[in-house]
T-cell receptor, first 110, second 117 residues
Framework: GQNIDQPTEMTATEGAIVQINCTYQ??????LFWYQQHAGEAPTFLSY??LDGLEEKGRFSSFLSRSKGYSYLLLKELQMKDSASYLC???????????WGLGTSLAVNP | GAGVSQSPSNKVTEKGKDVELRCDPI?????LYWYRQRLGQGLEFLIY????????KSGLPSDRFSAERTGESVSTLTIQRTQQEDSAVYLC???????????????FGPGTRLTVL
């Protein structure tokens, strides 16, 4: 079957670093996406990984290990506005349809 | 440029009534997706359109749900005889589709919040 696992909730402190993990088991792999979703809003694209390694984009970085079926999203210098749900999604084959995790709700405290 | 738009933003209806939700994708995007998101839950895939190909309807929860799309333009999601469990936010997304290569990012609209009384 197809399965994506993420922690349900995380808490961190303003200015700190937090790592949100995502593990996946899918039949085929063609890329992994991270999206951010603020409460009451639509998801917005953060990052895409298809090759192993780290992709850095400002305060956010995303890592992928295809052999381990594992990714993480790293958020540095946390700000209050980073409080949101972070969704991991995998493209399992040539079909454009994504398989979505349930999301990790991150609370950033002062 | 213009993003994905959806209408209405909110819809309150009575149980048993039909509703129609609309999605305008980003111009040039050949792929269009509908999702359902219940309060505090993840995204639930409903249906996927790619150009003029037959849509992937594998996520539609029952035959009360249907969707149409003409070419690469507007799509409508119709829910017949609405039930209280249909209450959710319905999100539409579009992407470049087959012309987008591997990096085929989905861009989401603001959603329609449906409440069935």
């Amino acid at each position: 079957g197809q399965n994506i696992d993420q922690p349900t909730e995380m808490t961190a402190t303003e200015g700190a670093i937090v790592q949100i993990n995502c593990t996946y088991q899918t039949s085929g792999f063609n890329g992994l996406f991270w999206y951010q979703q603020h409460a009451g809003e639509a998801p917005t694209f953060l990052s895409y990984n298809v090759l192993d390694g780290l992709e850095e984009k400002g305060r956010f970085s995303s890592f992928l290990s295809r052999s381990k079926g594992y990714s993480y999203l790293l958020l540095k210098e946390l700000q209050m506005k980073d409080s949101a749900s972070y969704l991991c999604a995998v493209k399992a084959g040539n079909n454009r349809k994504l398989i979505w995790g349930l999301g990790t709700s991150l609370a950033v405290n002062p | 440029g213009a993003g994905v738009s959806q209408s209405p933003s909110n819809k309150v209806t009575e149980k048993g009534k039909d509703v129609e939700l609309r999605c305008d994708p980003i111009s040039g995007h050949t792929a269009l997706y509908w999702y359902r998101q219940r309060l505090g839950q993840g995204l639930e895939f409903l249906i996927y359109f790619q150009g003029n190909s037959a849509p992937d309807k594998s996520g539609l929860p029952s035959d009360r749900f249907s969707a149409e799309r003409t070419g690469e333009s507007v799509s409508t999601l119709t829910i017949q005889r609405t039930q209280q469990e249909d209450s959710a936010v319905y999100l539409c997304a579009s992407s470049l589709g087959l012309s987008g290569g591997g990096y085929d990012t989905q861009y989401f609209g603001p959603g329609t919040r449906l409440t069935v009384l």
